[in-house]
């Protein structure tokens, strides 16, 4: 079938709804909105007993209306044929302040009161849910991580659809259902997120039924989906692969058999495209259906208020009526439109929903707010790891051979991927080969639903029922995994390091979200790490030039809670594996993991990177010479590159001034360089400072941006000492070489710093100051000698100087 | 006219060439390819007037082949409609790395060679161009601010569309003609950007022709827009409001046809558009036309090698053959496909382009690599700005009446924008309004050419004619500013302070941009500063909850250049009056101002304002009790609920302890706290010292997280004892009292972190102490005891202490 043929769905009112079925979900549906407009304004009389009266009204009127009107109509409807087909559901409410719809519902269903018993489900109760919404400490106006059913706050718009998609992943039963803002729509992450219907298997994966609600507005604006031609809103859902059902209108009556309808044809497409995907094995790319709700904002608010209107228009979108305390006629107009649902016809005096209509709503975990996958933890399973050691690059000595970090967890992640067919997906925009992590696709390739072309059998490596998520936006991807984690499942991303700042602010919200599931919400049990990998480093991103070098986004991990954030910088590839197993196996952290792609020197064996990575910092004894004594000075690095040509200027130190005592320091666990005051990662000062000594001269070499260390290590005895060096912003189409010379993290320009901090050093070194300032004059022109060449870092290896520590030695 | 009746439009492949100029075309698209290519491999004889030998070819090859084919050929058909209409054109390269496309013309059409004369148009210059390529320090494989005519460097993807309205806007006379690569095409930024269309005014704007290029691949993978029927991406566009023209095909001579009549096509649309809006008044909304470009992935390159598709394929992404030095059938394929452009036919024995082909690109600044609005500071006047100093906020005392900042701001704006209609406008994502600028809509609503309805004319403020920017897309609007400026007109960005984080990255690459622009290409000229305005900051943020609450911005900014980076946080509304004025008349920064929203304390009158605006960073004398002695402890603050709380705890601490000498210090340019030798704002240290001792404690109150103030004092005499409050990260649905107190930044705390550094206090101030925190419990207690209310912090007002240095009084 093509779209030409398919014409515009509008599902005929045909009488889905007998008329006592209408009656009694309009019911329902009035009392969710009650209780929505009760908890923006009652702070008494929650059940319209007694005449509506100033003191009855909540000091300070909180709370957007706008978008639940049409929110709870369509939870009530899909509580309908949930119950009618037993549908595993879920719901992910997109629109930004909606949560009084899906705590409504919540409450009435009952599994807000499991959670909150004090909320209970009488007048008290429903008193104590009113006062609560807004208040200090108490119920946001998002679907925070307190509100049972939800894996989507939308405080940050944009994110909905990507979530829903991850949700869905591997989940063949279930349908996720994500009522779409028409505000959060314009956003650029939401735009393109609906094209992961070309990334969704009907086989192997459930259904995402997308519900667009165009109630018209935004805060003080049109929204444009509701203000372009019918016509084009058509043909914009038909060009992004889905079938459009249109429900438009306000006549209640009208609205529930056209929803009804819709809801109805919706669930036959999407059996009907799941029964002959599955029958046939053959996934195709199906045109999943989709509704466009057009009701208006506010819907069954206030028409007008003081001459202006108020429904279906912009000024619904928060408080529809102000100053109800004070102003007599407000408060008549918030009377009549709370007495218009009729209380008093569907709560009982004590204040408990009545019988004919709790059973309206499915039981037990069928409940779209008690629902399992919405608390990923419940149905989390850990992953079946193999041993990370088996992948083990051979390290006969110390910083003599090369391996690239990625490559060798790509080999671990193909097998890591084969053990976990149903619950593990690699996420990557389009770079997991350019990042060099391509074994994976010896487990799976890629998940592709759209046309395939003969040539693809040549090495493109797409196929339906890949597990490796490959699309050119960071948002879809980020929100892709996202869902996929928050739904008990597992996975990791990875992207160049600059463009990671892509998805500062989602990382931001998840943060957010994680530290108060994890600290404030006992019931939501431990999900999987969000594992981010940042690879095609600042210090390899030479030939691409300034654009593509920021380190930056470390700093901004940071300002998030340290319960929740955990930083890794692997010096090589034994580490990486070791780091990638611990984070694989966590929970409820971010994990962010810094490693380059190109080969790089290995320095531990498998057993020693193992130790290494389990303390997280620690001195390399076969690198320094300062063993059972105090140094004169400690070199110090974090990250691959940049432990290099630490190392090499320890060695060129060592050579040339064989008496001065150097101590050298590698971190893995960024995160031990803060107090353990102030991160439970963090080192005491006391052992910090038998690292870094009290009081001299320290030389860090850091992969970032250089403050990150001062912030980490200000409060530290000897801070004042602790010398940094890393990316400070001098780029352009460069060599690494070069790029590490600019910015001084250089062999060379390290142990001048070393010279300019040890105070005897100044004079009695100062010949070798010299050798050193040439040597980085000559090696650029070395390199440049090489003709068109691109010059490396020079190649260089550990010296092994004669009555060192033995390399694999215990430190 | 409706979408449904407007049919498919595929341009007749009519003869709008004659043999003779299809002739021409295509032999100047063959020099353009050939130089594209001579780029990638040759670092000797480049016109290959010898046998291709493997010293002829780079030692290492890099640079990117497949995008540069398809956007060479529609560069050539641009100036075949340049010169034909006398067009006033630019050309923004979407596509990540395809800057050999736009090099390679810029340096035919002599443009280059007028800026760099070392890359003359000749065999030496050719050489030097190729040589040059991707080699270090030389040119990138994007459109870097190096390059002729460039406003986009697409080295992150996603902004070409936005950029090109930005540069559209209140440009009648101007085509912007921007290519979409389609791997671009697939993320959020852009997947939205389309909707532009409904934003861009006939009558008074330009037109934007977007090209978009359907080569089928990204670096490993085919792009969805090419993978899905042609009839659902038809929909797509049209859905977007755009009328798509298709040009498909991979015979060059079809190809030239067809691409010949679809510039035609599109420019009689844009021309019938524009003729009809401005002769009848009415804007309408346009269909503008848009181009599908579907042409293969390195056209005319090598169809195979070793047995591998190549042409049409995602292999030719980069570099299409490799290793052409060390396997001579690669040197053979290349030399092969290299001739296949009959160099020979192009360029004379001197290497410069033939006279017949030379002449078909347009002249002077019609040149698209010399059009004057590509290097905007040559067309950018100053703003004809009101004098900011009208619009004081009465002070007769400090500290004693309110106003809300931004809503001050909002009145002068009002006056920028009338002063300014042809080039200022305002952008923000739906939250003018909320932010308080509203009263800029007197001067001109919002642009809004989508369906308006009659109840939109109370207070919608919205118009075809408006000039005021609100969409729901942090990302489009931020592209549009970009845009705009670049092209030599001026803005100012605002929104939500927490929101701010998801155009990090489009931060990092306009500051990126603006570095090497500034510094590095001398013939740019100064462009107006990106000014990024946070409002509804952290502190306000309370009943929208922790989701709202983020400051880290500033840290994100703080990691870029000196040269481009400043940071206001003015105290209070006249403090905003005079940084906004100076950020309006500044060129070459990004200037981030944070200011609330809400009724903040007025501090400074306006004469007061602009001198400590002027200082940066100072003592107010008022406040402290220091005068002529040195203090005891400094208290200091940036931002306006900090200075509060600051004043505040200096208050409590002046009333309890009269005999403690403490010197309060204002900052509102935070890069005055950095060293000089750091940042051009910086205070040397003698000048620091002077303000914050060189070793009394200093309480320091600061807006964002705390760690900002540490990374820009690590380095000072005294920052061991510069102990910081910020906000970290302690939020929920809360009150700004319990917010503040929460991250200890309110008066009590304070005033507590003072007696705790003052060592005499340590005994003498333990029942102050005591009282201060009662005070914490009691003020939570006072505000809850108020019932449902939601506490503010409390009102307060400067005691205006007796003897006190007159509160006007100089510093």
Redesign the interface.
């Known amino acids: 079938m093509?779209?030409?043929q398919d014409d515009q769905r509008q599902p005929a009112a045909a009488a889905v709804l007998d008329p006592e079925e209408l009656r009694r979900m309009d019911a329902y549906w009035r009392a969710c909105n009650y209780l929505c407009a009760g908890m923006i304004y009652l702070?008494d009389n929650p059940l319209l007993k007694e005449p509506l009266r100033p003191e009855h009204i909540?000091?300070?009127l909180?709370g957007h209306w706008g978008s639940d009107p049409g929110q709870t109509f369509t939870w009530v409807h899909l509580n309908r044929v949930i119950r009618k087909y037993d549908l595993d559901m879920i719901y992910i409410s997109g629109p930004g302040h909606g949560a009084p719809a899906v705590i409504s519902n919540c409450y009435l269903e009952g599994g807000y009161s499991e959670i909150y018993p004090e909320k209970s489900q009488d007048e008290t109760g429903m008193l104590g849910l009113f006062?609560a919404f807004?208040?200090?400490?108490?119920?946001?106006?998002?679907c925070?991580p307190e509100v049972p059913g939800s894996i989507h706050?939308g405080?940050?718009?944009?994110y909905s659809v990507s979530h829903a998609f991850g949700a869905a992943f591997d989940n063949p039963g279930l349908i996720v259902s994500v009522v779409v803002g028409d505000?959060?729509a314009?956003?650029?992450?939401?735009?393109?997120?609906w094209?992961s219907n070309?990334f969704l298997n009907p086989i192997r994966d459930g259904a995402v039924l997308p519900i667009l609600h165009l109630n018209g507005y935004?805060?003080?604006?049109?929204?444009?989906l509701a203000?372009?031609?019918p016509?084009?809103?058509?043909?914009?859902?038909?060009?992004?692969?889905w079938t459009p059902y249109v429900v438009e209108g306000d006549d209640p009556p009208l609205m529930h058999e056209q929803m009804a309808a819709a809801l109805e044809s919706c669930l036959r497409d999407i059996r009907a495209i799941q029964r002959e995907a599955r029958n046939t094995g053959e996934p195709g790319r199906p045109r999943w259906p989709m509704i466009i709700l057009r009701s208006p904002k506010g819907w069954t608010g206030p028409k007008q208020v003081d001459g202006?209107?108020v429904e279906d228009?912009?000024?619904s979108h928060q408080v529809p009526v102000s100053d109800a305390q004070t102003n007599p006629e407000h408060l008549r107009v918030v009377e009549q439109w709370l007495r218009s649902y009729r209380p008093e016809e569907l709560f009982d005096r004590r204040g408990t929903l009545l019988a004919e209509l709790r059973e309206l709503a499915p039981g037990g975990e069928r409940r779209m707010s008690a629902n399992p996958h919405a608390n990923g933890g419940r149905l989390r399973k850990p992953l079946d790891l193999p041993d990370f050691r088996r992948y083990a690059v051979p390290v006969d000595s110390p910083a003599t051979t090369k391996a690239s970090p990625t490559e060798t967890l790509g080999r671990y992640l193909c097998d890591v991927m084969r053990q976990n067919m149903q619950n593990f997906r690699l996420f990557s925009p389009?770079?997991n080969?350019?990042n060099r992590l391509q074994d994976v696709y010896r487990a799976s390739p890629?998940t592709?639903l759209?046309?395939?072309?003969p040539?693809?059998a040549?090495?493109?490596?797409?196929a339906p029922d890949g597990r490796v998520m490959?699309?050119?936006?960071?948002?879809?991807l980020e929100g892709w995994l996202e869902g996929y984690i928050l739904t008990g499942r597992h996975g990791l991303f990875n992207t160049y390091e600059?463009?990671v700042?892509?998805i500062?602010?989602m990382y931001?919200?998840h943060a957010?979200w994680l530290?108060?599931s994890k600290l404030e919400t006992r019931w939501r049990l431990p999900v999987s790490s969000l594992n981010i990998l940042i690879s095609s480093v600042v210090w390899r991103q030479?030939?691409?030039?300034?654009?593509?070098q920021?380190p930056?986004f470390l700093?901004?991990v940071s300002?998030?809670?340290a319960e929740i954030t955990r930083i890794y910088l692997p010096p090589d590839a034994n580490c990486l594996l070791s780091v990638a197993d611990h984070c694989l196996r966590s929970t409820d952290y971010v994990n962010v993991i810094v490693a380059d792609k190109q080969p790089h020197l290995a320095y531990l064996d498998m057993q020693d990177a193992i130790v290494h990575c389990a303390k997280g910092i620690g001195i390399w004894p076969w690198v320094g010479n300062d063993a059972g004594c105090e140094p004169d000075v400690v070199m110090a690095s974090a990250g691959d590159i940049l432990t290099q040509e630490a190392l090499a200027a320890v060695a060129i130190l060592r050579e040339h001034l064989p008496d001065l005592k150097i101590r050298y320091v590698n971190v893995v666990d960024l995160y031990r360089l803060q107090p353990d005051t102030e991160h439970p990662h963090g080192l005491s000062d006391a052992d910090f400072d038998s690292l870094f000594t009290k009081d001299k001269p320290v030389i860090f070499n850091f992969h970032g941006?250089p403050?990150l260390i001062?912030?980490f290590t200000?409060r530290r005895t000897n801070?004042?000492n602790i010398h940094v060096r890393g990316y400070k912003?001098k780029g352009?189409?460069?060599?690494p070489l070069?790029l590490a010379i600019q910015n001084q993290v250089d062999r060379y320009n390290l142990a001048i710093d070393v010279i300019n901090r040890v105070p005897r050093l100044q004079d009695s070194a100062a010949h070798l100051k010299e050798w050193l300032k040439r040597q980085i004059i000559e090696s650029v022109a070395y390199a440049y000698s090489?003709?068109?060449?691109?010059?490396e870092i020079r190649d260089w290896q550990w010296p092994q100087f004669p009555g060192s520590i033995d390399a694999q030695g215990q430190d």
Chains 1, 2 share one sequence.
């Open positions: 093509t779209i030409a702070r909540k000091n300070r909180l006062r807004s208040f200090p400490g108490q119920l946001g106006s998002h925070t706050e405080g940050e718009l944009g505000g959060e314009e956003t650029g992450p939401l735009a393109t997120s094209h070309k935004k805060i003080a604006n049109p929204t444009l203000r372009i031609e016509e084009e809103l058509e043909y914009l859902f038909k060009g992004y692969g202006h209107k228009f912009w000024r389009d770079e080969a350019s890629k592709w759209a046309r395939i072309k040539e693809d040549d090495g493109t490596q797409i490959e699309m050119l936006s960071e948002h879809t600059a463009f700042h892509i500062d602010s931001n919200q957010k530290e108060k030479d030939h691409n030039g300034f654009t593509h920021d930056g700093d901004l300002n998030k809670s941006y403050w001062h912030k200000y801070h004042s912003e352009n189409i460069d060599t070069e090489e003709g068109m060449d691109r010059p």
